[in-house]
């Protein structure tokens, strides 16, 4: 199975909004909402930011949200802060207990 | 506290084999499935293989079908990745991942050991 497409960076300004996408297929995102995302900063471990498509983990910011719409899930983020940049991630599952991840976009806060 | 040290990266020549070793600590280990996931230099997360919490239902990616076997020792708390006939595109950041219970997606993951598979 080929990774799930994201685009491969992404930019913004501290306080503005962004949107990453997550493209997959109907055997994968768009077969279930078992999509999620993680923030990763290069030399720490992966953290889990957005679950189950839409959930967040206790303790992550209410400015990180997910959503999805066919085959393609997005995590927005809104009020831009320098810690936010990083490398994000989104997962799918993928059948016979396989996970999907995709290729990575790299935040830049500018 | 959550924890999981992942240890036995090194350098291997292409051919060759390798255990990686991952110390859980902080959570009902002996509850939880437990994945493997690598990252190539300057590359992204790729899944690498997934174990049920009793250790009988092992799962894995395709590339590595056959020559990686992962196994788990509850009463010491780790999980383990046998690596065998390592080739150079296995060169990579290893992380192992916990998975939830009663979900799919790993929530808690270590920092990761460094496998370079080179001559």
């Known amino acids: 199975q080929s990774a799930l497409t994201q685009p491969a960076s992404v930019s913004g300004s501290p306080g503005q909004s962004i949107t990453i996408s997550c493209t997959g297929s109907?055997?994968?995102?768009?077969?279930?909402?078992?999509v999620s995302w993680y923030q990763h900063h290069p030399g720490k471990a992966p953290k889990l930011m957005i679950y189950?498509?839409?959930k967040r983990p206790s303790g992550v910011s209410n400015r990180f949200s997910g959503s999805k719409s066919g085959n393609t899930a997005s995590l927005a983020i809104s009020g831009l802060q320098a810690e936010d940049e990083a490398d994000y991630y989104c997962?799918?599952?993928?059948?016979?207990?396989?996970?999907?991840f995709g290729g990575g976009t790299k935040l830049t806060v500018l | 506290e959550v924890q999981l040290v992942e240890s036995g990266g090194g350098l291997v020549q292409p051919g060759g084999s390798l255990r990686l070793s991952c110390a859980a600590s902080?959570?009902?280990?002996?509850?939880?499935?437990m994945h493997w996931v690598r990252q190539a230099p300057g590359k992204g997360l790729v899944w690498v293989s997934r174990?049920?919490?009793?250790?009988?239902?092992?799962s894995y990616a395709d590339s590595v079908q056959g020559r990686f076997i992962i196994s788990r020792d509850n009463a010491k708390n780790t999980l383990y990745l046998q690596m065998n006939s390592l080739r150079a595109e296995d060169t990579a950041v290893y992380y192992c991942?916990?998975?939830?219970?009663?979900?799919?997606?790993?929530?808690?993951w270590g920092q990761g050991t460094l496998v370079t598979v080179s001559s």
């Open positions: 997962c799918s599952y993928a059948g016979s207990s396989s996970l999907l």
């Open positions: 174990i049920n919490s009793d250790g009988s239902s092992p």
């Open positions: 109907s055997s994968d995102v768009g077969s279930n909402n078992l």
């Open positions: 991942t916990r998975e939830p219970v009663g979900r799919v997606e790993p929530d808690y």
């Open positions: 902080g959570f009902s280990f002996s509850t939880y499935w």
């Open positions: 189950e498509g839409s």
